[in-house]
């Protein structure tokens, strides 16, 4: 339910495919890899590899649960009115509000918060909301009870269904780092065999070889 129209929440792991984004990560280490240079392998092919890896293998972040604030907040919520709509005409098409006290929680993350955003293979039907930023995540509990015990059921209930949802990124994940280190390898090792065997073809032409930056 919308509590807020304000508040920017979203639903969380819904907007992209765990497998679009693998392939995409995966054409990605493809393209840089054909971008390198004989220069480049001045670099082992191991490191470059490992570099190319950890650049674009998707990993999930790591909720700072330690870390957690929370800011008290006045918000405006839509008021369900039986035998209305939401957008009642009498009222100019504008949604039927009320202010209500609430608490922001906010939760640090260490990592790429873009990753969620992406919904792992495993899932259910009812993916958590929140605000997304750069570094940490937030979310509205509105202060419906003076009972703290249960608001802060609520809070550590939301918090664990994003949890749920990002151990399920890491199960997806499994041999992930691996497989693209394997990759990126296999696309350099391409690169650099064919650099030099064009390299080997233009020095035995008999000419004075031109570098490339003459």
Partial sequence: MRISRTSDQEHLFSQHDWHDIVRASEEAIKKHAVNKTLGDFDTSIDAL??????????????????????????????????????????????????????????????????????????????????????????????????????????????????EEFLNWQREAAGDLPQRMMSLAKRELEYRHANLGSAHNVVNNLGFKVKKSDD
């Avoid at 608490?103 to 929140?130: C, F, H, Q, W």
Wanted: aromatic fraction near 6%; glycine fraction near 2%; avoid cysteine.
């Fill in 49 to 162: 590899a490992e570099e190319l890896a950890q650049e674009f293998t998707p990993e999930p972040p790591v909720l700072l649960i330690d870390e957690i604030s929370v800011e008290q907040k006045e918000v405006q919520v839509e008021r369900a009115r039986d035998g209305y709509s939401r957008r009642d005409p009498f009222f100019s098409g504008q949604p039927d509000t009320i202010t209500r006290n609430a608490v922001e929680v906010t939760v640090p993350v260490d990592g790429d918060t873009a990753m969620l955003r992406i919904r792992p293979p495993k899932y259910n039907m009812s993916p958590p909301r929140a605000k997304i930023s750069r570094d940490s995540i937030s979310f509205i509990i509105i202060l419906d009870t003076e009972d703290s015990k249960e608001i802060r059921s609520r809070i550590d209930q939301r918090v664990a269904d994003i």
